[in-house]
C-alpha cells in the first residue's frame, strides 16, 4: 500500500514539474493608431462624413491589436471651420473604432482629421475638401424695398441667397419668383442658383396703380422659407388730363355755367397727380374764368373757380391746360333769352316771350319795369299781373302792352296821363286804359301814347303840348282821344315830341313838333292834326325819333328829314332837312327804327345797318364814333328786327334770341352788367 501512494506522488510531482517549464507567447503591444477605413476626400459642410472613419488599434510593426473599450478621439488638425456629430468612439474587441455620425462644418476649404488616444501614436486622415452642405437658408440679397414710377421696372431686378447652415452659398438650387400682389409683372432667370448661391430675377416691372408691390421667392428645397421683396409704385409725370365735370352745358348768357369746369391729372396709367396746378382759360365766345389756375386735389382734380360765359349766345369753350400734357376743351352753350316781341326805350327795355309773358330790365325809377317796385334792374323781370301779351312798347318811363283781346295795359310815369286810366297818377304794374277800346297796335314816346284800332283808326292819350296827340288841340288827354282827320293808318310811331304814321294808302302823315323840320312837311310849324309828309312816294313804314323821322319807301329805299345832328339822317353829313331825303349808300330795308337820336334799318337780308349818335356804342360797330351813313352792326348775325332806343339799341335775332347793346349804366341791355357794350351782346335769360 505504501509503494503504491508514493509512485503517485512522485508521478504528480514529475507532472507538475513538467508544467512550470512550458514556454509563455509574448502579447502585441498597442502602440498606435491607424485608419481602416478613411473618409471620402470630399464632404459636405453639415453633413456626416462619408464613408464615416474606422480607427485600428495596431502593435509597433502594423498589426492589429485586440484592444477593446479604449477612447478614440476625433480632432480637427487643421484652421477654420469645425467637426460636428460625436467626436469620440470606443474600440471593440478587436480594437477597432467606428464612428457614426462625423462630419465637418464651417466655411468651404481644405480641412484634416486627426485621431488621438492616450498613449498611442496619432492617426490622421487624407486632407479633405469641405463644399456647400445642405440649403438651410433663403434671404434677400438684392433690389427689396426699392421704389419706382408705377408700371416701370425696379432699378435693381431682386435676387436671393441660399445657403448651408454655415452660410456657404448653395449652388443648383430651384428658386420660384411670382409676383404676389400690385398687378406688376416679371422676367425670370435661369430658376437655379448660381455658384454663389444667387438665384435672380431678369427684371421686375411694377403694377400700374400707385402703392405696395410684393414679389416673393420660393425654393422645394426649402418648403417653409419664403422670401418677400417689396416696392413702392408711385406717380410717374403727368401724363394725360381728362374732362371730370362741366363738359357740355348750357348756361345763360353773361351768366356763370352750372357745374365749375373740372379737369383730372393721372400719370400715364390713370394714377392722380395731386398738387400740380391746371390753367384753365376762357377760349371763345368772350367768356370769363375765375380760379383759372388750379391745383389739383389728392384725386388729382383741379376745379375751376367759375366759367362766366360771353355775352353772345352760341358755343363757349374753355381750356384746361398743363406743360407736357395734351390740352383738354370744355364746352358750353350761351342761351339768350328768346323773345317774339322786343323793344327798348329811353332807359329800359321791354320783351315778350313765345308764350306772351312780358319782361322788362333797366331803369324803374317811375315802375316802368311793372314789376310792383321802383328798383332798378339789370336782366329781365317779370312784369306783374300775369297778363298775356301780344304786344308791348317801352316810352321814356312808361310801358304799354296789349293782351290778346285787343286790350290796352300801361304802367310807369303818369304825369301827363300817358297811361291812359283816367288819371294822373303813376303805376308799378299794369292798369286797364280806359274806354274798353280794342288795339291792333299801340306804341308809346316819352309823354304820351297811341292806338291802332283794326279799322286803322287812330286814338292818343297823355301830354298835348305841339300837338302831339292829333287831336287838334295841345290839351292833354288821360284816356285814349281819336287823332282827327279821320284818316285810316296801317301803323303808327310816337317820337320825343311828334307822331307820325302810314295811312292805308301809302302816305305818310305827322304831327305834333315841328323843330328842325322833323314832320317832313317843308316847314318847321307845329301841326295840331296828322298833315302829309312832303313827297310823292309811298311808304311801307315809318318811325318818328327824338327830332327826325324816317320812312322805308314801297321801294325798299330809305328816306330821312328832321334835324341832322350826329348825322342821324344818315345822308352822309350832319344837316337837317324838312323832307324826306335818301339815305346814302343805296341801300334797301325793310324797317327803319328810330331812337333818340340813332337810326337803324334793317335789309331783306337781316343785316343790320346803324347810324348816327353813337357816344355809348349804340350803332355797334365797336366804337364810338358817330356814324353819318348806314354802318354794319358787328356780331355776325341774322337779324329779324332792330331798334333803337334812348342810347342803346336791341334787336332780334332770326332764333328769335334778343341782343342789346349801348349805354347801360341803369341795367337796360339787360346782361346782368352795368357795362356799355359796342357790340350785341345777348340779354339774360330770366
Known amino acids: 500500500m505504501a509503494t503504491t501512494r508514493f509512485r503517485l506522488v512522485m508521478l504528480g510531482t514529475l507532472l507538475g514539474a513538467g508544467t512550470a517549464c512550458k514556454t509563455t507567447e509574448p502579447q502585441p503591444v498597442p502602440a498606435r493608431l491607424a485608419l481602416a ?11 456626416a462624413l462619408a464613408p464615416q ?68 501614436q496619432s492617426a490622421t486622415a487624407n486632407p479633405i475638401t469641405v463644399g456647400p452642405g445642405v440649403a ?36 443648383n438650387v430651384p428658386v420660384t419668383f411670382t409676383v404676389a400682389s400690385g398687378g406688376g409683372s416679371m ?67 353773361g351768366g356763370a355755367t352750372p357745374v365749375p369746369p373740372a379737369a383730372k391729372l393721372t400719370d400715364a396709367f390713370g394714377n392722380p397727380v395731386p398738387g400740380v396746378v391746371v390753367t384753365f382759360t376762357a377760349a371763345t365766345g368772350g367768356g370769363s374764368v375765375t380760379g383759372g389756375a388750379a391745383p389739383t386735389n389728392p384725386q388729382g382734380v383741379a376745379t375751376v373757380g367759375g366759367w362766366t360765359l360771353g355775352l353772345i349766345p352760341g358755343t363757349n369753350t374753355l381750356t384746361a391746360t398743363r406743360t407736357g400734357v395734351p390740352t383738354i376743351t370744355f364746352n358750353a352753350a350761351g342761351v339768350g333769352f328768346p323773345v317774339a316781341v322786343v323793344d327798348p326805350g329811353e332807359d329800359h ?42 304786344a308791348i312798347s317801352a316810352g321814356f318811363v312808361h310801358t304799354c302792352g296789349l293782351i290778346t283781346d285787343g286790350t290796352a295795359y300801361c304802367w310807369g310815369d303818369n304825369t301827363s296821363g300817358q297811361l291812359g286810366d283816367g288819371t294822373l297818377v303813376a303805376e308799378t304794374q299794369p292798369v286797364l286804359v280806359s274806354g274798353g277800346l280794342k288795339f291792333t297796335s299801340i306804341v308809346t314816346a316819352q309823354d304820351h301814347t297811341c292806338g291802332l ?80 309828309v312832303v313827297s310823292s312816294l309811298t311808304f311801307s313804314g315809318i318811325s318818328a325819333g327824338g327830332a327826325h323821322t324816317c320812312a322805308v319807301a314801297t321801294s325798299g329805299a330809305g328816306f330821312c328829314w328832321g334835324s341832322g345832328q350826329f348825322g342821324v339822317l344818315g345822308t352822309g353829313n350832319v344837316a337837317g332837312q324838312t323832307v324826306p331825303t335818301a339815305v346814302a349808300g343805296g341801300l334797301t330795308f325793310t324797317s327803319i327804327a328810330l331812337g333818340e337820336a340813332t337810326s337803324c334799318g334793317l335789309t331783306a337780308a337781316g343785316a343790320a345797318f346803324c347810324w348816327g349818335l353813337n357816344a355809348n356804342g349804340q350803332v355797334g360797330d365797336g366804337t364810338l364814333t358817330s356814324r353819318s351813313v348806314p354802318t354794319a352792326t358787328l356780331g355776325g348775325l341774322v337779324w329779324a328786327t332792330i331798334l333803337p332806343g334812348g342810347e342803346h339799341t336791341c334787336g332780334r335775332s332770326v332764333g328769335g334770341v334778343v341782343y342789346c347793346w349801348g349805354r347801360n349804366d341803369l341795367g337796360m341791355l339787360g346782361d346782368g352788367t352795368i357795362v356799355d357794350r359796342g357790340t350785341p351782346a345777348g340779354v339774360v335769360k330770366p
Not at 37 to 47: I, L, R
Not at 84 to 101: H, S, W
Not at 235 to 246: C, K, N, S
Open 37 to 47: 477605413v478613411a473618409p471620402a476626400a470630399a464632404a459636405q459642410s453639415g453633413v
Open 53 to 120: 472613419p474606422a480607427i485600428q488599434v495596431q502593435d509597433a510593426s502594423g498589426n492589429p491589436v485586440a484592444d477593446q473599450g479604449r477612447q478614440i478621439l476625433a480632432v480637427l488638425a487643421s484652421q477654420g471651420g469645425a467637426l460636428i456629430g460625436t467626436l469620440e468612439a470606443r474600440t471593440d474587441a478587436t480594437g477597432k473604432a467606428t464612428f457614426t455620425n462625423l462630419g465637418l462644418s464651417g466655411p468651404a476649404g481644405v480641412r484634416t482629421i486627426r485621431f488621438d488616444a492616450a498613449g498611442l
Open 136 to 171: 438651410t437658408t433663403m434671404a434677400a440679397s438684392a433690389g427689396n424695398f426699392q421704389t419706382a414710377n408705377a408700371g416701370t421696372s425696379v432699378a435693381i431686378a431682386p435676387a436671393v441667397l441660399v445657403t448651408d447652415g454655415s452660410a456657404n452659398p448653395v449652388p
Open 187 to 253: 422676367v425670370a432667370g435661369t430658376g437655379l442658383t448660381n455658384a454663389s448661391g444667387v438665384a435672380a430675377l431678369t427684371s421686375w416691372t411694377l403694377g400700374t396703380v400707385v402703392g405696395l408691390n410684393t414679389l416673393t421667392a420660393a425654393s422645394t428645397a426649402l418648403p417653409s422659407t419664403t422670401v418677400t421683396f417689396t416696392a413702392t409704385g408711385i406717380l410717374g409725370p403727368p401724363a394725360i388730363l381728362t374732362l371730370v365735370a362741366g363738359d357740355a352745358q348750357n348756361a345763360t348768357v
Open 349 to 390: 327795355s321791354c320783351g315778350l316771350d313765345a308764350a306772351g309773358k312780358a319782361y322788362c330790365w333797366g331803369s324803374n325809377e317811375f315802375g316802368q319795369i311793372g314789376n310792383g317796385g321802383l328798383i332798378d334792374v339789370d336782366v329781365p323781370t317779370p312784369v306783374s299781373g300775369g297778363l298775356v301779351f301780344t
Open 453 to 532: 284800332l283794326a279799322d286803322g283808326s287812330a286814338y292818343c292819350w297823355g301830354l298835348g303840348a305841339s300837338g302831339r296827340l292829333g287831336g287838334g288841340n295841345q290839351n292833354d288827354q288821360s284816356v285814349p282821344t281819336p287823332v282827327s282827320g279821320g284818316r285810316l293808318f296801317r301803323m303808327l310811331s310816337a317820337g320825343l315830341a311828334h307822331t307820325c304814321g302810314v295811312a292805308t294808302d301809302g302816305t305818310a302823315l305827322c304831327w305834333g313838333a315841328n323843330a328842325n323840320g322833323r314832320l317832313g312837311d317843308g316847314t318847321v310849324t307845329n301841326r295840331l292834326v296828322p298833315t302829309s
